[in-house]
């Protein structure tokens, strides 16, 4: 098993090789900008192919979700990855789109087995055979970035027993393959039209370059093998958690060695059952860890599916820490806030949470957000706890926030990712607990810990002193302005923020005015001109009042046909919704 500060010495001692990598690949961890003349034929094939498969989809007529989802298949493993990683960001697709994704088939090929013996000898720079007894030929799992064997570790001289692990492998080359893609797909997207739904809601830039990051930190086993120590560390006290010990000596930046972990999936109620579990018991605990994660370490599980979860000797032990979430102590209090404001049913307290925890985009429409808010908690906020619909709501307050310019921090889009997995879980094995429930008491009764009842009386006894002192010239403002209002020196500013819709409508309105009226006087300046002896002419009329007459059916050609296009297309647009 190992700790933190092995991780980091180990760390330190392959930092040349991941920075060579790294460098090589990427620069401050971003893609690589390759100018067209340095591109190998390998990766002219690869555009030409990915062109083909876009081609082929019709990628020029618009992007639906179903043609989003067969586009990736077609492209192959990595792409099927990008689209799983796609289904858990619903802050950045719209969810149409992220419910199709969901329906990619995951099945990946698995790598030959000598692939993989070649795979691990080649990180340790030795047999296989010098460090484990056995390795299972089949794989437990294969993925498009890594897959997984079950394997014995050789006995140690003072051990007498064999140590069953497991071995997770990455792909060979799988970092290259997926740099290289998304480099393609980025200049791709710039080819794109922009027809369709998907490039008008969403930067397909961002979009790509969010997937990217999410993928690293999978490929990093280094991250992985931290996150697993840190996880451990966290929950060292909470005797019913647990996770898989990590064997440190034999983990790579290709290979991840640890402990082999039987039981059962937290999902599988006939074996719980059948085994004497108290399906109650391990709903109420697994609710309680995942809170303690987030509201206490501020590091959580954020992709806490059944097949991530097991049972094993009475314990909930949690799996694969390549996806972990992470919260600032800022962030939660905003989250507490926010939490308590719904829970009030206070409007502008909740306005105020979502400005300051998500990142705004130029100048938030207040009003425009204070409708949608009040609508959202009118919908949820008198919505008993036990009977709400989480992943709904999370989702109705992403859709809002998403539409006002509002973007959630990368670690509370996991949180609502990770809030629907167990949720799904808790419908499995237990329906009746009360998540939501278990969720406030958690925050109420950490608020009433740490309650400074000092602090809180000075900070009440501040504002109420405050309110007296202004309270007094109440008085004197109300007389002054019925003195204003009774002389007629009263004045009103009134401040119209008109929506972004209104502003298009004005705008287009007076620009077509102010064209027709330049056809209109055209026309007439021609007409004039026809009546004249100006010379030269062209049957029979001035050549000048011909142009203005011929420039003038142009223009008036050109926008009748806009309009008409314009209307088509907004049709289009309401029926794709």
């Known amino acids: 098993m190992a700790d933190l500060s092995d991780i980091v010495s180990k760390m330190r001692k392959m930092a040349d090789a991941q920075a060579d990598r790294a460098e090589a690949m990427a620069a401050d961890g971003d893609l690589i900008s390759q100018d067209k003349k340095y591109r190998s034929a390998e990766d002219n094939a690869r555009f030409r192919e990915i062109r083909g498969v876009l081609a082929r989809n019709k990628i020029t007529r618009g992007i639906s979700p179903e043609k989003l989802r067969i586009i990736l298949e077609e492209l192959g493993p990595t792409y099927i990855k990008l689209g799983q990683i796609m289904s858990m960001h619903s802050d950045i697709l719209p969810k149409r789109y992220c419910d199709e994704l969901a329906k990619l088939n995951f099945d990946v090929p698995p790598m030959p087995f000598s692939e993989v013996i070649e795979i691990i000898e080649e990180s340790y720079g030795c047999s296989y055979l010098d460090v484990f007894e056995h390795i299972e030929e089949n794989a437990l799992g294969a993925a498009s970035i890594a897959q997984v064997h079950r394997a014995t570790l050789k006995k140690d001289a003072g051990e007498g027993k064999s140590r069953d692990v497991i071995i997770k492998v990455q792909r060979r080359g799988v970092f290259e393959v997926m740099s290289r893609d998304i480099s393609l797909l980025h200049r791709l997207v710039k080819l794109m039209p922009p027809v369709g739904d998907l490039k008008n809601i969403v930067d397909l830039d961002m979009v790509l370059d969010e997937m990217w990051t999410v993928a690293r930190e999978e490929m990093d086993f280094f991250k992985e093998a931290c996150n697993i120590a840190e996880f451990k560390k966290n929950n060292k006290d909470i005797r019913y958690v647990g996770c898989p010990d990590l064997y440190m000596e034999y983990t790579t930046d290709k290979v991840l060695v640890m402990e082999y972990i039987g039981g059962c999936a937290i999902d599988d109620v006939e074996y719980l059952v059948a085994n004497g579990y108290d399906l109650e018991e391990i709903g109420k605990k697994f609710v309680n860890s995942f809170i303690k994660q987030v509201m206490d370490d501020g590091f959580f599980h954020a992709d806490p599916h059944p097949g991530n979860v097991r049972i094993m000797d009475g314990k909930i032990i949690w799996l694969d820490m390549g996806m972990m979430g992470r919260l600032s102590d800022r962030d939660r209090r905003l989250m507490v806030r926010g939490v308590r404001s719904i829970a009030m049913h206070d409007i502008q307290a909740t306005v105020n949470a979502v400005i300051d925890l998500g990142d705004v985009s130029g100048k938030p429409d207040r009003d425009k957000l204070y409708g949608e808010i009040k609508t959202f908690l009118d919908q949820y906020g008198s919505v008993a706890f036990g009977s709400l619909d989480i992943s709904a709501a999370l989702q109705s ?159 008036s050609g050109f926008l009748i046909l806009r309009n008409i296009g314009l209307k088509i297309l907004a049709r289009r647009r309401r029926r794709r919704r």
Request: aromatic share 6%; hydrophobic share 50%.
């Open 397 to 555: 307050l992403m859709d809002i926030m998403k539409e006002n310019g509002i973007a959630l921090p990368h670690g509370m889009t996991m949180l609502c990712r990770g809030l629907a997995h167990v949720q799904g879980v808790l419908a499995t094995i237990s329906p009746d607990i009360n998540m939501m429930q278990i969720a406030t008491t958690k925050i109420m009764s950490d608020f009433m810990e740490n309650l400074d009842l000092t602090e809180e009386m000075s900070k009440y006894g501040r504002a109420i002193y405050r309110a007296a002192d202004r309270g007094i010239e109440i008085p004197v403002l109300l007389s002054q302005v019925m003195k204003e209002y009774l002389a007629g020196q009263s004045k009103v500013n009134i401040n119209i923020n008109p929506s972004k819709e209104f502003d298009e409508l004005i705008y287009s309105s007076i620009r077509n005015m102010v064209i027709g009226l330049g056809v209109a006087a055209l026309l007439i300046a021609s007409s004039v001109m026809c009546t004249t002896s100006m010379e030269p002419r062209v049957f029979g009329i001035p050549v000048l009042g011909a142009v203005g007459f011929s420039f003038a059916m142009v223009v």
